[in-house]
């Protein structure tokens, strides 16, 4: 596997911006980078467009969660767009605060300006890799698109020391094209090249071929961190960039939520708690993931996109229990159905939530809980009386569980 992307030029220059604290953790050969883009591709959402004020708000607590990039826009997109990324240049100070851009000119002197107050600063630039890009979009040829491409990240150079490309719609692109690129816009200057899988065509194994492919050929590839950023038009995105961190990228571009443009973008919190779930992949991350479940509250709040109950992670389904086989396996070892540590993401529980399917033993237990203790005759008849309050009712609360023991009580007086 490669592993060991970051060449020592490379490091030495971007620790020079950093902190001591992250020393170790940038020297490690499988240090993931964290690029969060909730700020411009998750904002793409119809409907969920923030102002500055609540963009800082949220920049600010992207910085306490540990990523190591905010996106904070495209500056030359509109005025709110250039302000909203040079207040959060000033608000933050850890992560590297990147502007997008188009391979323009125009579009490349805006973000420098907007960037102007950031202590950690990067320009991300690029152009359409693909022929369908190349033909019906930008309506040029490979020769011209490449030679663009290039002039672009040259020029931004005399700006950031950081400049990151993207190959956008790479994961539709001829791989011996690509690889030409990849290698053109290293030598031009580029210390990040990101490969998108913009419509979220591919299935995991080609686009982790795709990716060992350019690590194989591209001769300058260890002179830049290679980054991925998937969509998720076909429910792949995470596992799309899982797949491209195993053969070799380095940087993962994700949203909260995996909000983002059409079906979403790649969730920060899926690829944090993979890696941390699966310690033989032996990647790292800055992520404090106690944090992973109040960011996500946050942003669904502040942009009023609610998330959907069984999203993975931070659903409120994620972790709560209706069946009985699972509740009674819960209740006796939580890791007989939970893989993850419900307060290792910030929930402070899993649930046990009583219904029709729900057994003798997690009534019993919500029971116990309440204060309510029974035989196993009494048990019984109480069982029985909540099965039909819980076709009725659909799901039992407490204050039914009260209900059923002052019944049962009562009986037994």
Known sequence: ?????VSNNYQVKLLSTIENKETLDIMSKNRIYIFDTTLRDGEQVPGCQLNTKEKVTIARAL???GVDVIEAGFPVSSPGDFKSVQEICKAVKEPIVCALTRAKVVDIDCAAQALHFGKRKRIHTGIGASDIH???KLKSTREKVLEQGVAAVKYAR??????????EDAGRADQEYLAKMVEAVISAGATVVNLPDTTGYNLPDMFGAKIK?????VPNIDKAIISIHCHNDLGLATANSMAGLINGARQVEVTING?????????????????????????ETNIDTTKLYPMSELVSEMMGMPVQP??????????AHSSGIHQDGIIKHRENYEIIDPADVGVPKSTIILTARSGRAALRHRLEILGYKFDSDEMEVVYMRFLDMADMKKQIENDDLHELASYREAVAS
């Open 1 to 5: 596997m490669w592993t060991n992307l």
């Open 63 to 65: 910085e306490q969660l």
């Open 134 to 136: 190349i033909e019906h």
């Open 158 to 167: 005399k700006f950031v020391d950081d400049v990151e490309f993207y190959a």
């Open 213 to 217: 492919y350019l690590m194989n050929t």
């Open 259 to 283: 909000i983002g443009e059409r079906a979403g973008n790649t969730s920060l919190e899926e690829v944090v708690m993979i890696a941390k779930s699966h310690p033989h992949l032996n990647f």
């Open 310 to 319: 069984n999203k993975a992670i931070v659903g409120s389904n994620a972790f």
